[in-house]
């Protein structure tokens, strides 16, 4: 990472002090503007990208970055990086590994990704993450084009100056001697009441502190075709069914926090033809990409048509916004950072308009209908 010791020696150090004294808070008005990025103008960027030379690192990699909003981060929303990447037959990328995770979507061709030593195959429309700090490659031994979105919180990391990556690392991540199970033999690594304590409150030790529970976190590979069988399954639910037609692509590893990283949720869902959602909101922001079918979204008043191939910000965050299919079934893959607000507890969904909104996670949600409807 640079060395930013010198910096102070440019700029005054002083602090400031903002009064905010009988001062409302800002409302959350200027909110992103929803963009559908046209399948033509992906496929021209990844047409140049091919056309480029093989750079060192291996990777040809574009950014597609919120036209409004750009700065550190180049993200289609606030904390969502999205990055167009293409290697072609024979190549393979060189190693890497960041404090950033990634969900990964092949969206053209096929190849084997390599996650900490672990080789798997992967064909169009399969999905994966790359946790934090796993050293990891791409390699193309096929005959085809292969081209990946990747998804990714390096927008939020890199907003707070703290991205940290290393090219073609040499040396094994330092894994801790003590696990979890260490609290039995250090009676110091451990939590305890407070003595006043009249609601659950606790103290924590430094050494428990500095070694918390561990929990590891896997690289999994979501398989299109399995993925595809179960969701067809739901187009039986009907028009009268009042929820969303998808799965969650679920990361054990993320618990209540519901993610396929620690940061995102990827979705893949199923819209029958002719299906219009209600009209909701949430805190979390959403970008789709849709790689069957037609349709439009409805965003903060405004329609935004919408096709195969086209990506979306289709839900900057508590943007009022629903969907509508076309006459065909569409396929999408969704990626929201809900488990990152669930963790901040922050997650307020409306899902009704004419009620107040709720407070994912720490307050209990809603129930569809499915059981009327089954």
């Given at each position: 990472?640079?060395?930013?010791?010198?910096?102070?020696?440019?700029?005054?150090?002083?602090?400031?002090?903002?009064?905010?004294?009988?001062?409302?808070?800002?409302?959350?008005?200027?909110?992103?503007?929803?963009?559908v990025?046209?399948?033509?103008?992906?496929?021209?960027?990844?047409?140049?990208?091919?056309?480029?030379?093989?750079?060192?690192?291996?990777?040809?990699?574009?950014?597609?970055?919120?036209?409004?909003?750009?700065?550190?981060?180049?993200?289609?929303?606030?904390?969502?990086?999205?990055?167009?990447?293409?290697?072609l037959?024979?190549e393979?990328?060189?190693?890497?590994?960041?404090?950033?995770?990634?969900?990964?979507?092949c969206?053209?061709?096929?190849?084997?990704?390599?996650?900490?030593?672990?080789?798997?195959?992967?064909?169009?429309y399969?999905?994966?993450?790359?946790?934090?700090?796993?050293?990891?490659?791409?390699?193309?031994?096929t005959?085809?084009?292969?081209?990946?979105?990747?998804?990714?919180?390096?927008?939020l990391?890199?907003?707070?100056?703290?991205?940290?990556?290393?090219?073609n690392?040499?040396?094994?991540?330092?894994?801790?001697?003590?696990?979890?199970?260490?609290?039995?033999?250090?009676?110091?690594?451990?939590?305890?009441p407070?003595?006043?304590?009249?609601?659950?409150?606790?103290l924590?030790?430094?050494?428990?502190?500095i070694?918390?529970?561990?929990?590891e976190?896997?690289?999994?590979?979501?398989?299109?075709e399995?993925?595809?069988?179960?969701?067809?399954?739901?187009?039986?639910?009907g028009?009268?069914?009042?929820?969303?037609?998808?799965?969650?692509?679920?990361?054990?590893?993320?618990?209540?926090?519901?993610?396929?990283?620690?940061?995102f949720?990827?979705t893949?869902?199923?819209?029958?033809?002719?299906?219009?959602d209600?009209?909701?909101?949430?805190?979390?922001?959403?970008?789709?990409?849709?790689?069957?079918?037609?349709?439009?979204?409805?965003?903060?008043?405004?329609?935004?048509?919408?096709?195969?191939?086209?990506?979306?910000?289709?839900?900057?965050?508590w943007?009022?916004?629903?969907?509508?299919?076309?006459?065909?079934?569409?396929?999408?893959?969704?990626?929201?950072?809900?488990?990152?607000h669930?963790?901040?507890?922050?997650?307020?969904?409306?899902?009704?308009l004419?009620?107040p909104p709720?407070?994912?996670?720490?307050?209990?949600?809603?129930?569809?209908?499915?059981?009327?409807v089954?």
């Open positions: 990472m640079p060395d930013n010791s010198d910096r102070s020696e440019s700029f005054d150090t002083s602090a400031r002090f903002v009064d905010h004294t009988d001062t409302p808070w800002p409302q959350l008005d200027d909110l992103w503007d929803p963009i990025i046209p399948k033509e103008e992906i496929d021209a960027e990844i047409e140049r990208l091919a056309s480029l030379p093989r750079p060192a690192n291996g990777r040809r990699r574009s950014f597609i970055v919120h036209p409004r909003h750009t700065g550190p981060g180049n993200g289609l929303a606030p904390g969502i990086q999205v990055a167009i990447e293409v290697l037959p024979g393979e990328t060189q190693p890497i590994r960041h404090n950033s995770s990634q969900v990964v979507f969206i053209e061709g096929a190849g084997t990704a390599v996650v900490d030593g672990r080789k798997r195959p992967f064909d169009t399969d999905v994966w993450n790359t946790p934090s700090m796993s050293t990891y490659q791409h390699a193309n031994d005959s085809q084009r292969q081209v990946r979105l990747v998804y990714s919180n390096a927008a990391l890199e907003k707070l100056n703290v991205h940290y990556v290393e090219e690392p040499t040396e094994a991540l330092t894994l801790t001697l003590e696990r979890d199970d260490d609290s039995q033999s250090n009676p110091f690594a451990q939590s305890m407070l003595a006043s304590a009249q609601n659950g409150e606790m924590m030790s430094y050494e428990r502190l070694n918390p529970t561990v929990q976190s896997p690289s999994l590979m979501w398989q299109w399995a993925v595809k069988a179960e969701l067809d399954r739901l187009a039986a639910l028009s009268k069914y009042r929820g969303r037609r998808l799965y969650l692509l679920f990361n054990p590893a993320t618990g209540r926090t519901n993610g396929t990283t620690h940061n949720f990827a893949m869902t199923l819209r029958p033809a002719n299906i219009v209600r009209p909701h909101r949430h805190i979390a922001a959403a970008v789709n990409y849709y790689f069957s079918g037609q349709g439009h979204s409805t965003v903060a008043g405004k329609r935004y048509p919408w096709k195969a191939g086209d990506l979306m910000l289709s839900a900057p965050g943007a009022i916004h629903n969907h509508a299919s076309g006459d065909e079934p569409v396929y999408e893959l969704t990626i929201q950072d809900s488990p990152f669930l963790s901040m507890d922050s997650l307020l969904w409306q899902e009704q004419k009620s709720i407070l994912i996670g720490s307050n209990p949600g809603w129930q569809t209908n499915r059981d009327q089954s």
